[in-house]
């Protein structure tokens, strides 16, 4: 089997070394009250790559929302999935391509 050359050989994904650091993909609805209307609630759907269980990327997120944006936030709902689990990983033997 030929070994790859530098030419074929893909960078790691920065997302996926993001997911081996122990990042996984959260999920926020966010319900905040319209400035103009405060007694009609408005939904907004935030997501990024974050740490459970302190969630800071959510968090700077949310201390930006209070600080700039005119909506007061009501209420915040997070769903967080690991996508990559450590049982998940292996150890290639060998590796080919078929092109």
Do not use: K, N
Not at 32 to 39: A, F, G, I, T, V
Not at 88 to 93: D, F, K, Q, T
């Amino acid at each position: 089997m030929l070994a790859p050359t530098p030419a074929t050989v893909r960078p790691v994904d920065a997302d996926f070394l993001r997911l081996l650091e122990g990042y996984a993909l959260t999920t926020a609805e966010i319900l905040y009250r319209m400035p103009d209307h405060p007694l009609l609630l408005q939904s907004y759907i935030w997501q990024d790559y974050d740490q459970a269980p302190y969630f800071p990327v959510l968090q700077r997120f949310l201390a930006f929302w209070e600080r700039e944006l005119d909506g007061r936030l009501h209420t915040v709902r997070v769903t967080s999935s690991r996508l990559i689990q450590p049982c998940e990983l292996g150890i290639a033997r060998s590796v080919g391509w078929l092109h």
